[in-house]
């Protein structure tokens, strides 16, 4: 089973900067897509950046400009680099990775895995 373990959350005032890591583990034979998604209060869960095994992005529009999404393949591992915070960051941020893992029994099977979230907090 792939475990996704999200750090880098906390508290910021407005026109901070934070840096959010995922690392993934657990039989992992390849990766394709890693991503970060955000849910705030009363809200439904939305994409923030994508990222493909090969390094194409994709952000949302209230990201482009300000954040930027990287992964390091050969340490299974994804980052946000989020700029020029807004209040309206505010959320939970997850981690997601979709791929093939090797389970005990050695058959390889795709998986879709999330993080258990962390939280991103921007004060005005």
């Known amino acids: 089973q792939v475990h996704l373990v999200e750090s880098g959350g906390g508290l910021v005032q407005a026109g901070g900067s934070l840096r959010l890591s995922c690392a993934a583990s657990?039989?992992?034979?390849?990766?394709?897509?890693m991503g970060w998604y955000r849910q705030a209060p009363g809200k439904q869960r939305e994409l923030v950046a994508t990222?493909?095994?090969?390094?194409?992005?994709d952000h949302a529009d209230s990201a482009k400009g300000r954040f930027t999404i990287s992964r390091d393949n050969a340490k299974n591992t994804v980052h946000l680099q989020m700029n020029s915070l807004k209040p309206e960051d505010t959320a939970v941020y997850y981690c997601?990775?979709?791929?093939?893992?090797?389970?005990?029994?050695?058959?390889?099977?795709?998986?879709?895995?999330w993080g258990q979230g962390t939280q991103v907090t921007v004060s005005s």
């Open positions: 657990g039989g992992i034979i390849s990766i394709n897509t």
């Open positions: 997601y990775a979709e791929g093939v893992y090797s389970g005990r029994d050695h058959v390889r099977r795709l998986f879709d895995s």
């Open positions: 990222i493909s095994s090969s390094g194409t992005t």
